[in-house]
């Protein structure tokens, strides 16, 4: 069986595209970071990342979509969301990485929101901002957006659970196109159609989320059409859960919603080993969030409490590997006194090349590429609570330090 999907696997990689149930497959474009369902209002806090070719121009018809997975919605099995990535001239960073993020205007007072993560992006990512218009900035729902530009198909506001977000290529603008039923959704079984406009598409990654919200006798249940299929409670609610014939499913034995998916460094496949999947962590806030340290709400387990995400937007992400790599550092490096007023010492046992400290809202205040005697100046912070991010030759380590 080894040696069968091994030959298989040589086959697709020789050829231009393979088959994922009945949907044909490229490679070399990926989902690297999603961030669809944040604590709190969407408007500006959602955050998509898409990882490319360096500088190579985004396809104008390539597309992140969201299919409806909700079993009694009457949508279910059909593309909700289709968001236009590429213009024709529009490149990928010279990281590889294209970031799409929301600002929002209040048309009764013109005050202005700008997305959280906008100071702290990897300035090699090209960013698309989207300029949202409304009345509501706290809200989570598309009814509080009366305008966006550039229209591109995104409003701020991603579908939520339970959904399947795909990275297509189509030649023409897929929503509203319907992959799993005929006419509405009464035959809808969590199966990829085998015809349809969908079977031109190229496909280059996807996922679902499933939660259990649709699991109750009565109810038609949970569809997910991804590669790779996170679902609430498998063993308890897989009788109402259906997925599309080949995908992974992974369990996520939570209750509570997973608010980050992300991919692990350049990993391209579809299993626990190639994602992470999470929600928030008690203590977060946008944007720089941190990891639940539940076991059960985080997968895979080295990314328990992670609060290292404000430093890697617009970037790769860590593996579980490096990410232990990352716990070594900073199991090596203490800050004292914490709190401080003037200066912060900084003992480590291996050689640190950067210094950075960020505010609560993400905005980089501090940038030392040398400290003095392993002292950090921070006399000129405002009182309050901020991050300290420290760079080693291949580690990252982040403290929490206090200025009084």
Known sequence: MKKTLLFIALICSSLVYCQFDNIPTGTGIYINKLIPSPSGSDLTNEYIEIRGT????????????????????????????????????RTFGSNGMLVVIANYTDSDDNSFTASPYLSIISSSATVIEIALTGTDVSSSSSSAVDSQVPDIGYDGNLIDATATYMLISASSNPKGLRIDGTSDSSDANGVINTTGDHTSWILYDSYAYMDDDDVDSGENGEFGYGQIVFAQDVAQYSAKHFTTTSATVIDFPTTSDANYILRQGTN????????VISANGSSSSVPNWIFSTSSTKVLPAAFNGWDGINAVYGGLNPTA??????????????????????????????????????????????NSSKLSNNNLDISSLSKGVYMLKLTSENALATKKIIKN
């Open 54 to 89: 360096a500088n190579a121009i985004v396809s104008s018809n390539l597309y992140l979509i969201s299919i409806e997975g909700d079993g009694d919605s009457s949508s279910r099995g059909k593309v909700s969301e289709a968001i236009s990535l590429g213009d024709g001239t």
């Open 321 to 366: 590997a490096s990410l232990s790599i990352d716990d070594v550092f900073a199991s090596k490096v203490s800050i004292y006194p914490n709190p401080a007023q003037e200066f912060v010492t900084i003992s480590s046992s291996v050689e640190i090349n950067k210094a950075e400290v960020y505010n609560l809202l993400g905005k980089r205040v501090i």
């Open 268 to 275: 391209i496949g579809y299993t626990i080993d190639d994602w």
